[in-house]
């Protein structure tokens, strides 16, 4: 935070540069995701040109670019120094690829390059080709449930993008560059609680269809009481082509209730789904025994997952009934709460394989309490 950096018309000019980071400093406290204000030039050239020179120059790129921003996605999100959050006049832009300690609530696809942590690894998370190269442990998708007319177009390792129809962000039937998929969102971008979703726009962090509490700063600043929540089920459902279907109509693939597991289950949902026709998925009902980790399945109150009575930040688990107006730090308390794929594993990228949150190797021993397991979390007994 100490040199966030201010992209600026005349960023060159180097006395101002002083007073735009002391302006940044000032208004860090107050930064917070909102529909977009500042002047237009932070972020949009009309001509690509000034003075001669390209002005589309976000991250040293020259453009031009669609919905004539000063970036492109990564040019925007994805500069790759040393900041969590990079302002742009009164504006911040959270960052999915950098170098700073503090990762935001996505993760680092920095992990996967190297940029960042143990070294580079393509288990880390999801590779994205054009930023990340792709996969080359794992060609087809983990857990994808193929049906015939799926073939042409189903999401891969090669393929995957950040918005649009091979992507997770946007409409995901328009094509991942600006304008499409993502046309319209940031200067409608509503925050906080999200529970109407029925447009990129007002959905949890431009994925459709999904809701949630979104944090103001992207969980930079992160405690017990500042976080996002995320929406679950009490029980899974079986997601097919039918009444549950993920065809969302006008606005495309989306989750049928909004959750974040459905949402991960639209590309991997035999790791979510009841059994049904070509998918075994989790078994055939949602009680033990199971034969693939549950999500959407609401935490028993009694047994071992009776002792858990705190949010976890480690674990989050989601929220099955209304969603909190602000950030809860208790668990399982009024309503039940429920594990979800967020509550072991991060959306971009993380330092562990599998893009686990936490070191399942070696820190989850049975029978050693260690407070960086996850897993003990929920199964409070596994660590006696
Ligand atoms: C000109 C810079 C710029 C470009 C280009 C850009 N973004 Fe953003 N983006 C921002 C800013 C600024 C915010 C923070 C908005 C806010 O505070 O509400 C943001 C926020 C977001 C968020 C978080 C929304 C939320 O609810 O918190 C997502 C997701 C996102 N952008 C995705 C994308 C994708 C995908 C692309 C490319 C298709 C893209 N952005 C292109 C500047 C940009
Ligand atoms: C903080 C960055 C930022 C600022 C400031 C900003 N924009 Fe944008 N604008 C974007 C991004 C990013 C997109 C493309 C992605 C999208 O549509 O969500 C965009 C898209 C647009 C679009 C096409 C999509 C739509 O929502 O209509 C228009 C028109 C537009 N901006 C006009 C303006 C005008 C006019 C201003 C100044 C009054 C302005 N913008 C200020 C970031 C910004
Ligand atoms: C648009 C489709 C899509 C969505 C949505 C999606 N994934 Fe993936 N996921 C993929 C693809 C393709 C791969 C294989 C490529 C790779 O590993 O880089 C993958 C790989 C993974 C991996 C393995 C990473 C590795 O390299 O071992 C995990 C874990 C994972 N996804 C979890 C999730 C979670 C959790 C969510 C929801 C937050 C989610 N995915 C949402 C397409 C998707
Ligand atoms: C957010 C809470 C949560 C976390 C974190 C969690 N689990 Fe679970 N786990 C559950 C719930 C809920 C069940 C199902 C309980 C039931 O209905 O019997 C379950 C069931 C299981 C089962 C038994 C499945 C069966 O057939 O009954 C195993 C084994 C298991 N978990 C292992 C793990 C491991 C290993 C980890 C860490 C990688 C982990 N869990 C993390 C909540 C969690
Ligand atoms: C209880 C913790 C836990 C939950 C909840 C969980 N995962 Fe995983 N996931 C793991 C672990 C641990 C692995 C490593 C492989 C294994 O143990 O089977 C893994 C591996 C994966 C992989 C990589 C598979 C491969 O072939 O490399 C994908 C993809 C994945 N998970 C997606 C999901 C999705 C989607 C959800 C939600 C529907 C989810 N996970 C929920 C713990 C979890």
Redesign the pocket.
Known sequence: MTDRKTLNLRETGAASIPVLLLCGLLLWPTVASAVIKGVCSDCHTMHNSQDGSAMADFDGETGPNQALTRGSCYGCHAQANGQALVSVGTASIPQVMHTEGTDLAGGNFAYITGAKGSGASDAKGHNISSLTGIDDT?SAL??GIRQSFHEDFIVNTSNLTCAGTNGCHGYRYAAASLPDGISGAHHNNVDGKLETADKHSNSYRFLTGVTGLEDADWQYTVGSNDHNEYSARTTPITLGCGTNSCHGGAVGIKPPDGTI?QY??TC?GN??TLTSGSSDGIGVDATSPFIR?P?DLALPNDGEYGAVTTYSLIAPVGRTGALPDTPGSTANSTDSDA?T?L???VAHASDYP?M?RWD?LNDCDAGTANADCGCFSCHTTKDD
């Open positions: 794992i983990p857990g597991s991960c289950a991997h790791f979510h980790h999500t594990v794929c509550s072991c594993h599998d686990l399942y």
